[in-house]
């Protein structure tokens, strides 16, 4: 009975946390009335944006740093008996299915984690813990819309800025790492190659990937943050929650969205 017991506590944590989760998406999403007044829809996008910076542009150089290596890998994992003039489509077809489809996504939805969403997690609890919140709420101030929204909408944003780059900078460094190999061919005719390999397909993929990967990322930073009660060395096991739960559902739905348009 005791095992029973314990596994049946352990099931309504796990419900009553899926509640709490569902609860808070709902609180992110649905259209408030306090964006109404302009100074207040001022105040929003003025942190909106130092969000969107923080994650996003900030992460540039770790992404594209990242991504010019991943692209001069990728032209090591050519077949080397390719011949010149299959060097071009070969590459392009592993660029969009490596790159593009899969990895991608997934490099840029850690690189976030790891510099946006531990931190983001760290500084709701540190408000948490010294009651910022309670503080707002006497001066009539919705953290829910003046802080907690702008985040949440500023990761899929950050995560479909990030891919982009990402994507960019592989195929330059790709050019680079093919240009000796192949001397006769141009950055254009690179460049039209791939474009060739791409269709509309593949991108609604990757934008889904990034919008999902993205709020992901803020749901539980911001739950796992303003879940923290009362002590400092709650933040670290608030971090460590959001961070293996993130990583989980990344991957998770990244499997999944490929599985579902590409396994036919």
């Known amino acids: 009975m005791t095992s029973i017991g314990a596994l049946g506590n352990a099931l309504r944590r796990r419900a009553k946390r899926v ?3 569902l609860a808070l998406l709902t ?3 649905r259209p408030r009335t306090y964006f109404g007044h302009p100074a207040r829809r001022r105040i929003v996008y003025t942190v909106f944006r130092r ?3 923080d994650t996003g542009v900030q992460a540039l150089s770790v992404t594209i740093l990242v991504a010019l290596l991943v692209g001069f890998l990728l032209v090591f994992m050519l077949p080397a008996s390719s011949a010149r003039e299959q060097l071009l489509p070969t590459f392009s077809k592993l660029y969009v299915l490596v790159i593009v489809r899969e990895v991608g996504p997934v490099i840029c939805a850690m690189i976030l984690i790891a510099r946006a969403g531990t931190a983001i ?3 709701i609890g ?3 813990i010294f009651r910022e919140y309670e503080s707002m709420h006497l001066m009539g101030i919705d953290p829910v819309a003046l802080f907690f929204v702008p985040i949440f909408w500023a990761f899929p944003l950050a995560m479909l800025l990030l891919v982009v780059y990402f994507n960019l900078f592989a195929l330059i460094a790709a050019y680079f790492s093919l240009s000796p190999l192949d001397p006769g061919f141009g950055a254009r005719t ?4 791939v474009i060739r390999q791409v269709d509309l397909q593949d991108a609604l993929v990757v934008l889904l990937k990034c919008l999902a990967s993205g709020f992901i990322i803020g749901l539980y930073s911001i739950y796992f943050g303003s879940q923290m009660r009362g002590r400092l060395h709650h933040v670290t096991q608030a971090m460590h929650n ?3 739960r993130q990583f989980v559902g990344v991957f998770t739905v990244n499997v999944i969205i490929s599985v579902l348009v590409f396994s036919g």
């Open 19 to 21: 509640g709490d989760i």
């Open 27 to 29: 609180l992110l999403v």
């Open 51 to 53: 969000q969107f910076s």
């Open 121 to 123: 997690t760290a500084k």
């Open 126 to 128: 540190y408000l948490k």
């Open 190 to 193: 690179l460049l039209d190659t």
């Open 242 to 244: 959001a961070t293996t």
